[in-house]
């Protein structure tokens, strides 16, 4: 009897299974060897009195704050009652654009494409206010060497604008100020801008590198890529000199010299039919703790899926989320009096005490699912693995031995005689006790399908025992 020992490798839905790629990688992260869970969600935050659209924390010395916004307010976590405090200035905010956030110096710097740059001064900030008169309304902001930089100004969709430097207050051109503009007249509509030592501006038709170069230009342009731009602004995600961005063909990573295709032949196909077209909705974050950037976008199925690749590895994996938006934040501390807030008793808390959670500014996968901020620390979530075909002669699968670390799993086969049959998985076995599943599928096509069971922490791989049709 031959055992096949299978090793759960990529996920490669853009090519055929007899090329021997997995055909799922659902709910699970990509690991070295195998794939880990992706934890569920768990309620951070009481409500808010209205739904979330962003979430982004401040930081001064050891002291992290969280905040979120909304369609017309700005809110800020109180981490003793997990409330969302309402910080908007006097009279609220107008327009339905997504806030984004940047923290310059002490100052958390926000924008909507519809209120002049909005600022809180951190740890003694009682309300958001105008961070100046002379402060452009900006679809986005980030801060490049000593600069903030908006992007995508009122009236100037392909405008760069940048303050004073080391002075987030001055945005008036001219005099002793380094504050200035740049349009940039080809490429398009601006729909994202990354910053650090350089500033990276994602147009639709182009991507342009901006390097501060001192007077009298103070900032250089160059670009980089014609043609290949930036389809979606809520794709672009920041990891140190990496830029994360999905193109009118698929999904690209750029590092301020060069721009790489990540998805093709990967998942670019797969990502196109399984998006809705009509979509209203799409965020983008990383998880730095499994290094991996996701995105969030609605699907044709009316849910919200993720896409999630570990650029380490350069491998993908896929599953669900009922968040309706993603982001890195750092949490708040919470002390053990703290904790009630959370839950009647420490044995009834659906997170973890050796979670990151619990941990004030450490850096976290969360988001928010309506007006909630939500982390992604729960137990983990349904998850399965479909393999590709084994085997191209007649044969019958008899036993399989789910290899799943600090877990279990019940297994499936659907098994064929031509490509061109439909795909159909047997009832699921769970594992014995002696990690044994017993089998009987006879095809010349076989695909195994794994579902992890328990507190699991690494799905491995299979093995399988196929022989020949009609042997025993």
Request: with cysteine.
């Amino acid at each position: 009897m031959a055992e096949t020992k299978i090793v759960f490798g990529e996920w490669l839905p853009d090519q055929p299974g007899v090329s021997g790629a997995l055909q799922a990688a659902y709910n699970v992260y990509p690991q070295q060897v195998g794939y880990g869970p992706i934890p569920s969600l768990a309620n951070y935050s009481n409500n808010a009195s209205e739904n979330l659209t962003a979430v982004y924390s401040g930081k001064i010395s050891s002291t992290s704050t969280l905040f979120a916004g909304g369609a017309t307010k700005l809110f800020k976590y109180d981490s003793g009652t997990r409330n969302l405090n309402d910080v908007s200035k006097v009279g609220g905010y107008t327009g339905s654009g997504k806030w984004k956030f940047v923290q310059f110096g002490d100052v958390l710097l926000a924008t909507n494409n519809s209120q002049k740059i909005q600022s809180f001064t951190l740890n003694s900030g009682t309300a958001f206010a105008d961070v100046a008169a002379s402060a452009p309304i900006a679809e986005y902001i980030t801060v490049v060497r000593d600069f903030v930089v908006a992007a995508n100004i009122a009236s100037y969709p392909n405008r760069v604008q940048w303050s004073d430097i080391n002075d987030e207050t001055d945005w008036t051109s001219g005099g002793a100020s380094q504050s200035d503009f740049q349009d940039i007249p080809d490429g398009g509509d601006i729909q994202g801008i990354t910053g650090g030592e350089f500033g990276l501006v994602l147009l639709e038709k182009s991507i342009v590198r901006m390097s501060y170069v001192g007077s009298p230009l103070y900032f250089q342009f160059d670009t980089i890529s014609r043609e290949i731009g930036c389809y979606e602004p809520g794709s672009v995600c920041q990891y140190g000199n990496m830029t994360f961005f999905l193109s009118d063909d698929g999904f690209y990573m750029c590092d301020g010299q060069r721009v790489t295709p990540i998805g093709a032949e990967k998942v670019d196909r797969w990502f196109w039919d399984d998006l809705e077209p009509a979509y209203n909705n799409f965020s983008s974050a990383v998880d730095p703790i499994k290094k991996v950037v996701i995105w969030c976008y609605q699907n044709t199925t009316g849910g919200n899926s993720l896409l999630i690749y570990n650029w380490q590895l350069g491998r993908w994996s896929y599953g669900a989320t009922a968040a309706s938006y993603i982001a890195s934040a750092a949490t708040s501390s919470t002390s053990l009096e703290g904790l009630d807030s959370f839950s009647a008793s420490l044995d009834a808390l659906t997170v973890s005490l050796d979670s990151r959670q619990w941990l004030g500014g450490k850096l976290i996968f969360a988001g928010a699912s309506g007006a909630r901020i939500v982390t992604f620390e729960g137990s983990p979530m349904s998850a399965f693995i479909e393999t590709g075909d084994l085997s191209a002669s007649a044969s019958l699968i008899t036993l399989a031995r789910p290899q799943i670390d600090n877990g279990s799993a019940t297994v499936s086969v659907a098994s064929r005689e031509m490509l061109d049959d439909t795909i159909t998985y047997s009832t699921a076995v769970a594992a014995s006790n002696e990690n044994r599943v017993s089998l009987r599928s006879s095809g010349k096509y076989h695909r195994i399908k794994v579902v992890p069971t328990g507190n699991w922490t690494t799905m491995a791989g299979v093995d399988v025992n196929i022989v020949g049709r009609g042997r025993r």
